[in-house]
């Protein structure tokens, strides 16, 4: 595979979103649990799936931005 091919651009586009996605959603999870007084272990489970859905959005968008900007050349 070429180091500048679509899929390689496509996976860090991915991959990038995902990490940003998830430093967000476990911020903003962690706020949410404290401000909302979420009980004992549920806490764990509210930041949990805050985090994988703020990632999974966030490298869902970046991906297909970057399947979009593909075929370009700047």
Do not use: N, W
Request: hydrophobic share 45%.
């Amino acid at each position: 595979m070429a180091k500048d091919s679509c899929l390689a651009r496509v996976a860090a586009g991915i991959a990038v979103g995902g990490a940003v996605g998830g430093a967000v959603g476990a911020v903003y999870g962690t706020y949410e649990a404290v401000r909302y007084k979420v009980p004992g272990v549920l806490k764990i489970r509210h930041i949990g799936q805050t985090t994988l859905g703020s990632a999974a959005v966030f490298g869902l968008f970046l991906g297909a931005g970057s399947l979009i900007h593909c075929g370009k050349s700047y």
